[in-house]
C-alpha cells in the first residue's frame, strides 16, 4: 500500500515540474511529452527555464505521449495566456 502511495506522490511531483514547464515555455504539449516527462527527476531538477527549453527542444521528435493516471489538463485554467491572448492547446 505505501508503494503505491509514493507512486503517486512521484508522480504529482513530476506533473507539478512538467506543468510549470509547460506554463513558463508556453506550451501544453509538454505535459504530453513521453521523453521530456520521463527525463524529469523531481528530486533533484533545477528550475532552470534555458535548460527546460533545451530539454523539451531535444525531445521534440519524440511524438510518443505520456500517459498519466489523471486528467493532465486540469490545471489548464491556471496557464496564463500568451500576448496575443490565445493559449496554447492540446493535441490529441
Known sequence: ??????????????FIVA???AAVLEDEQV????AFVESIDAEHELFDVDELRARYAACLANVD????????????RFVQ?????????FQF
Not at 81 to 89: I, K, N, V, Y
Open 1 to 14: 500500500m505505501l508503494d503505491k502511495q509514493l507512486a503517486n506522490l512521484q508522480e504529482l511531483a513530476r
Open 19 to 21: 506543468h510549470i514547464a
Open 31 to 34: 505535459l504530453l511529452n513521453r
Open 65 to 76: 505521449v505520456y500517459n498519466w493516471s489523471f486528467d493532465p489538463c486540469v490545471m489548464r
Open 81 to 89: 495566456t500568451l500576448a496575443h491572448g490565445s493559449p496554447r492547446t
